[in-house]
């Protein structure tokens, strides 16, 4: 089992900033995902972007060039970075821990957007 506890959304203006935090705790050994989905009301959840154990990146086009993805292996946790947030941001986000057939996910983190 993987425990995975998400910390860091909130309210912010469009334009501005926020930092989201996930940290992973239980069996956790060799190559792994973690990653970063939302989803927004009467949407299907999506990917925003994912991050390797060795450091390999991907990105949801909506979020290039805004979102930065990081991790901390020593720490198991991964970090998202999200700037020049818009309304359409606005979703819970959830953090997932991947590694074969294994897949766990957090309980989500409410991100809104707005004035």
């Known amino acids: 089992q993987v425990q995975l506890v998400e910390s860091g959304g909130g309210l912010v203006q469009p334009g501005g900033s926020l930092r989201l935090s996930c940290a992973a705790s239980?069996?956790?050994?060799?190559?792994?995902?973690m990653g970063w989905y939302r989803q927004a009301p009467g949407k299907q959840r999506e990917m925003v972007a994912t991050?390797?154990?060795?450091?390999?990146?991907n990105y949801a086009d909506s979020v290039k060039e805004r979102f930065t993805i990081s991790r901390d292996n020593a720490k198991n946790t991964v970090y998202l970075q999200m700037n020049t947030l818009k309304p359409e941001d606005t979703a819970v986000y959830f953090c997932n821990w991947s590694q074969l057939r294994r897949s766990y996910w957090g309980q989500g983190t409410q991100v809104t957007v707005s004035s």
């Open positions: 991050v390797t154990s060795g450091g390999s990146t």
């Open positions: 239980g069996s956790i050994f060799g190559f792994n995902v």
